[in-house]
């Protein structure tokens, strides 16, 4: 069967439909009534205010699909435990121990730069019976002023890293630091990829206060809530 035959195909939000009539009114507006030109370029300047907040906000459906919590099926889910930002050599063996001790699984999203560097640590996630999934491949912090083909290029390339690595294709992206463009959506949606924000972060990488980071992700915790750590960019304690 030809791929492109059982592609999915990308629809547009509720935003991006409307921004996309915006564009189009104002354009109409300005040849029929030059003189209109201070409103459409208000109407376009608060479009896009619209589409930078949308992007700014981790949590928001506004550009897309977007799992802040985990989907309710049947039985109540559990919570789900993220890690971000690894494989890191000095934390993740210690975050590995701690799930083993509590037999619990987590899903790690993963820069695939770091997933190259430190192979046997990304293999022994899995091993362990975790998740790895793509957090982009050199997490830049301009992620979100990319346009569609460096997107495509940085969330592609995290995908062969971490296949190349462990084997199996990640499901679900997660931008970083949660901040997107309007571009994104399409890009997941070509590689069969869902976007997970969370539903609570612990801030962990700006205090090493583990009580501090436990009571902002824990209280109140509710099944099918999506907790946000992480190995790599870790606040460390003094004992580290
Ligand atoms: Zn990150």
């Not at 996309?20 to 109407?43: E, K, N, Q, T, Y």
């Not at 050199?138 to 460096?150: D, K, Q």
């Not at 924000?197 to 999506?226: E, K, M, N, Q």
Request: charged share 20%.
């Amino acid at each position: 069967m030809n791929p492109r035959e059982i592609a999915p195909r990308w629809k547009p939000s509720p935003l991006l439909l409307a921004s996309g009539v915006v564009h189009l009114g104002a354009a109409a507006a300005l040849i029929a009534r030059p003189g209109l030109w201070p409103w459409a370029l208000s109407a376009l300047l608060a479009n896009h205010a619209a589409l930078a907040a949308a992007g700014l906000w981790p949590r928001s459906q506004l550009l897309g699909p977007n799992w802040t919590r985990l989907p309710a099926q049947g039985a109540a889910p559990g919570v789900a435990i993220t890690i971000d930002d690894g494989p890191d050599p000095n934390v993740t063996p210690q975050v590995l121990a701690l799930l083993d001790a509590e037999r619990a699984s987590a899903t790690f999203f993963c820069i695939g730069e770091r997933v190259l560097r430190y192979s046997d640590l990304a293999q022994e996630i899995v091993r362990r019976g975790h998740a790895i999934e793509n957090h982009s491949q050199s997490h830049r912090h301009n992620f979100s002023l990319l346009g569609p083909r460096a997107m495509n290029a940085e969330v592609s390339a995290a995908q062969e890293s971490i296949f190349r690595v462990t084997g199996s294709s990640p499901q679900f992206f997660r931008a970083p630091a949660g901040l997107r463009n309007p571009f994104l959506d399409a890009v997941l949606v070509r590689m069969k990829l869902r976007l997970a924000s969370w539903t609570r972060r612990g801030f962990d990488t700006v205090s090493a206060d583990a009580d501090a980071v436990f009571r902002r992700l824990a209280g109140p915790l509710r099944a099918g809530d999506i907790l946000l750590l992480h190995d790599g960019h870790a606040a460390r304690t003094r004992r580290q």
